[in-house]
C-alpha cells in the first residue's frame, strides 16, 4: 500500500510545492486548507505522515497537533514562519516529531519525512534493535549483545517508549501520562530519577544509545548512525 501523507497548510503554494515532490516520490497527498478539514479528512482517510503548518484558520496547527496525538499513532512534521525557541517549545509541547521553519528546503523536508517513517516503523514492532541493544517488548527483556540486563518494569517501559520514537522529544508529563497513568500521585522528578539508573546502566554504551536531556521540555533517545 502506498504511504499517505496529510499537508495541511492555508497556503496553496506550500501545498503545489510539497505535492509535486511527494508525488515525484511515490507517495498518495491528501490536502488540507486548514485544521477543520485535515481532522475531516483524516476520519475518512487513512494518513500515516501528517505536515502541519501551525498558522492556520479553523483549527491551528498546535490544535491539530494535540488531537493527532490523542487519536492517532502517526507521525507529525510541522512547519512554521516562527523561529524561536518559544515557538519550538510549543510545537513539541503540542506532540510534533519534527520542526521545520519556512521558508524550507523541500529536498530537506523529503529526507526529514522519510526518517520520520522509518522511526514509525519500530512502534509497530515487537522488537526495537538499536545498534547491539535489543529491546523486546513482548518478553519484557534487553539485551547487549548476547547478554541479558535486567530492569524493573517501569525503567524497560520508559526505555521502550523513548526507543521506539528515536529524536522524539517527549515532556515529562507526557512520559508520566504515558508509563504511570493519569492517578499517579507523584511528581515529574520520578522521570528524572529514571532516566539516571537508565543512563547507568547503559554506561560507556553511548555507540549504541544516548539519552538526551532538552533543557526546559523533557527527554529524548537518539541513536548514534554506524
Same mark, same amino acid.
Given at each position: ?86 515557538? @519550538? *517549545?510549543?510545537?513539541? %509541547? +503540542? ?8 521558508? /524550507?528546503?523541500?529536498?530537506? $523536508? =523529503? ?42 518494569? @517501569? *525503567?524497560?517501559?520508559? %526505555? +521502550? ?8 522529544? /517527549?515532556?515529562?508529563?507526557? $512520559? =508520566? ?42 527527554? @529524548? ?6
Amino acid at each position: 500500500m502506498r504511504v499517505h501523507i496529510l499537508i495541511a497548510d492555508d497556503d496553496k503554494h506550500i501545498r503545489e510545492l510539497l505535492r509535486f515532490f511527494l508525488r515525484k516520490e511515490g507517495y498518495e497527498v491528501f490536502e488540507a486548507e486548514d485544521g477543520e478539514r485535515a481532522s475531516a479528512l483524516m476520519e475518512q482517510v487513512q494518513i500515516h505522515l501528517a505536515v502541519v503548518d501551525v498558522m492556520m484558520p479553523a483549527k491551528d496547527g498546535l490544535a491539530l497537533c494535540r488531537e493527532i496525538r490523542s487519536y492517532y499513532d502517526i507521525p507529525v512534521l510541522m512547519l512554521t514562519a516562527k523561529a524561536e525557541m518559544a515557538d @519550538k *517549545e510549543q510545537g513539541f %509541547l +503540542a506532540g510534533t516529531d519534527d520542526y521545520m521553519v519556512k521558508p /524550507f528546503d523541500p529536498k530537506e $523536508l =523529503l529526507f526529514r519525512i522519510k526518517a520520520l517513517l522509518r522511526r514509525y516503523q519500530m512502534v509497530s514492532s515487537e522488537v526495537i534493535r538499536l545498534n547491539e541493544v535489543t529491546i523486546d517488548r513482548g518478553s519484557y527483556e534487553v539485551w547487549i549483545g548476547d547478554e541479558r540486563i535486567s530492569l524493573p518494569l @517501569k *525503567e524497560f517501559q520508559l %526505555l +521502550a517508549q523513548l526507543a521506539g520514537h528515536p529524536g522524539r522529544i /517527549f515532556t515529562r508529563e507526557q $512520559l =508520566l501520562q504515558l508509563i504511570w497513568g493519569s492517578d499517579f500521585m507523584g511528581d515529574s522528578r520520578t522521570i528524572d530519577v529514571h532516566i539516571k539508573r537508565l543512563r547507568e546502566r547503559f554506561e560507556g554504551r553511548e555507540q549504541d544509545l544516548i539519552l538526551t536531556t532538552i533543557r526546559g521540555l523533557g527527554y @529524548k533517545l537518539e541513536v548514534p548512525s554506524r
